[in-house]
């Protein structure tokens, strides 16, 4: 079995891409029909102890009128609408079970981003969600680190402006009042809710 051809069709969103033959059979991406697979783990797996991961918020966002859109981006969105009440039913049918799971509520990036600032950021932020549900967090500490992954991502925002001669005078003294504010983020968040690299935060 040639696992490369398995991983592009695990890739191979439907209505976007084809189906990959593998030994005569065509498949295709099956995320859309069981994104979490939750039911199949507790239900009929009978995992008891279990630990679910999303990688995105619940809730498909609002976009803009998809009048002058094209084909691709109407599949897209369909796509997005699906996957997301789908994961919504498997969630809830796994914190019915006691299951644990772990998933952000803010989006840093679309899932076609391959920036190295914001998915060192998303990356940070996946960590800190489960060492939340590890170390049980209070609510300060869950709004402390929404703050500091917006902040973050607020920064990128600005540098990014700046990279390419964009930025203003008033988006130069953001850029410092942000970095302050994370330096003081950094020094309050607790150990245990602290990724590797918190001290560079602000600089």
């Not at 967090?137 to 700046?162: F, I, M, N, Y």
């Not at 964009?166 to 988006?171: G, W």
């Not at 009042?177 to 150990?191: E, G, N, Q, T, V």
Request: aromatic share 6%; with cysteine; proline share 5%.
């Amino acid at each position: 079995f040639d696992v490369s051809r398995g991983v592009l069709a695990s890739c191979s969103i439907p209505g976007v891409f084809r189906p990959v033959d593998l030994d005569g059979e065509h498949y295709v991406d099956g995320g859309l029909r069981e994104n979490v697979p939750a039911e199949m783990a507790i239900g009929h797996l009978g995992v008891t102890n279990p630990y679910i991961i999303t990688c995105s918020p619940q809730g498909a966002a609002r976009e803009s009128d998809f009048g002058s859109r094209n084909m691709l981006d109407l599949v897209m969105r369909s796509v997005s609408i699906l996957t997301d009440e789908t994961e919504r039913d498997e969630v809830a049918y796994a914190l019915n079970a006691g299951a644990v799971v772990i998933g952000p509520e803010i989006s840093v990036h679309d899932s076609m981003t391959v920036d190295p600032g914001l998915l060192r950021i998303n990356r940070d932020y996946g960590w800190m969600c489960s060492a939340e549900k590890h170390v049980t967090s209070s609510p300060d500490e869950h709004e402390l680190v929404k703050d500091a992954v917006r902040t973050r991502v607020r920064g990128w925002e600005l540098e990014q402006a700046w990279l390419k001669g964009e930025a203003s005078r008033d988006d130069m003294d953001e850029m410092q009042h942000l970095k302050d504010h994370l330096r003081d983020i950094a020094a309050r968040l607790p150990r245990d809710l602290a990724p590797d690299g918190v001290k560079t935060w602000g600089r």
